[in-house]
Structures are given as structure tokens and as C-alpha cells.
């Protein structure tokens, strides 16, 4: 059974704390994803991998940056975390240019 | 830049049929999906279709593509509760990336 999983479900951060996202898929995918998701706005990307050590940006990569040091696993940092950053944030996994994306069940981050 | 459109809310009567509607504006999409995402999970792939076709049936899905009018949509016939949930159109040219809408939140009433 395919598995991507997210360190935290729930996480309250204060405002300026350095933020910790953390994702891990055991299915060998060489790309790896984060999003947001927002109500009314669906999912946004934030950065996406294709590869350890790489990354791209998304379309809103503004106050976040990842790290893929190994492939199972995909860590987004909110180096400063503000109130704007509260939302529900999704990892996903793909292998190459498969139709199907695993989503992690999301972790839902509230910034006070 | 690309845009995929939804309406937010759908209920519908347990048994009846479930109609969830999507626009997209990238003309060059070659494939449009259809993914659910129930309370509490992430987001599953539902079903997609190849720019190319303009139906594909799987079980109690039809979805149905027009593509003059860049126009998606998802029938799912006798809805029942376990069908409530929201449903997200995405796009995808043919690179690695996805566009999501912003999902429509299904609601099936007894």
C-alpha cells in the first residue's frame, strides 16, 4: 500500500518561529511536491523536487524554501513563520510522468 | 497565466445524480483529472482523460470534455453519502506540473 506521510496533522506556530514541514514517501518517486491549500483557491504549488538535492519553484514560493537531501523525503521551512502562512499544507509524491499523485493527508498549520 | 474554474458548493439528494462542472483556460492541456478529497485525507485521483477523447465512463463516473469550450465535467450517478467530499478539476499540459481548481464541495443529503 502506497504511503506518503506528514510528520504533524495539527501545528500552532507563533509568529517569527522557524517553521519544520516534514514529508517522507516509501514509493522510490523521484518527484516530490508541497502545496497549500486555501478555501476557495484550491491547491497552490510551492516548490516541487525531481530529484535529491534539486529543487524548483512553484507559483508562490515566497517565505518558504525545501531541502531534499535524501528521496524519501521533502522538508518545507518557513524560515519566519507569519500569520499569512496559516493554511493546510500537502505533500505529494509522483514517479516520472505518472497520472497519479499521492497525496500525504495534509497538516493544517495555524500561526498566532 | 493557466486557470481552472469551479463553483464551491453542490448538494444533491441521496440516489439522484451529481453533476460537478469545470472550466479550464490553457488550451494546449493535455490531460484533465478529477481528484476527491475526503475529510481529514489527502487528495485521491478520481480518473482523468486524455485531451484527445470527449467521454470516458468508469463504473458510476462520466466525465465528459468539451473542448471548444474548455468545459469538464463529473456525473457521478445514484450519489450516496460516501460520495460527500470535495472534488478538484486539475490540468496538465504535458510538463510535471499540475493546476488545480479550487474544488467542489459535494454535500449528499438523506
Not at chain 1, 30 to 54: A, C, H, T
Not at chain 2, 1 to 9: A, K
Not at chain 2, 39 to 46: I, N
Amino acid at each position: 500500500d502506497v504511503k506518503v506521510t506528514q510528520s504533524s496533522r495539527y501545528l500552532v506556530k507563533r509568529t517569527g518561529e522557524k517553521v519544520f514541514l516534514e514529508c517522507v514517501q516509501d514509493m522510490d518517486h523521484e518527484n516530490m511536491f508541497w502545496y497549500r491549500q486555501d478555501p476557495g483557491l484550491g491547491l497552490r504549488l510551492i516548490y516541487f523536487s525531481y530529484d535529491v538535492k534539486m529543487k524548483e519553484k512553484g507559483d508562490i514560493p515566497e517565505g518558504y524554501s525545501v531541502s531534499r537531501e535524501k528521496k524519501e523525503r521533502f522538508s518545507l521551512i518557513l524560515e519566519s513563520a507569519s500569520t499569512n502562512q496559516t493554511s493546510m499544507y500537502l505533500c505529494a509524491s509522483r514517479t516520472g510522468a505518472a497520472h497519479e499523485q499521492y497525496f500525504g493527508p495534509g497538516t493544517r498549520l495555524t500561526v498566532t | 497565466g493557466e486557470d481552472v474554474e469551479q463553483s464551491l458548493f453542490l448538494s444533491v439528494r441521496e440516489g439522484d445524480s451529481s453533476v460537478i462542472n469545470c472550466t479550464y483556460t490553457d488550451s494546449s492541456s493535455t490531460y484533465l483529472y478529477w481528484y476527491k478529497q475526503e475529510p481529514g485525507a489527502g487528495l485521491q485521483l478520481l480518473t482523468y482523460i486524455f485531451s484527445n477523447m470527449d467521454m470516458k465512463q468508469d463504473q458510476r463516473l462520466t466525465v465528459l470534455l468539451n473542448k471548444k469550450d474548455k468545459h469538464l465535467s463529473l456525473r457521478i450517478a445514484d450519489t450516496q453519502t460516501g460520495d460527500s467530499a470535495i472534488y478538484f478539476c486539475a490540468e496538465r499540459e504535458g510538463g510535471q506540473n499540475f493546476v488545480f481548481g479550487p474544488g467542489t464541495r459535494l454535500s449528499v443529503l438523506p
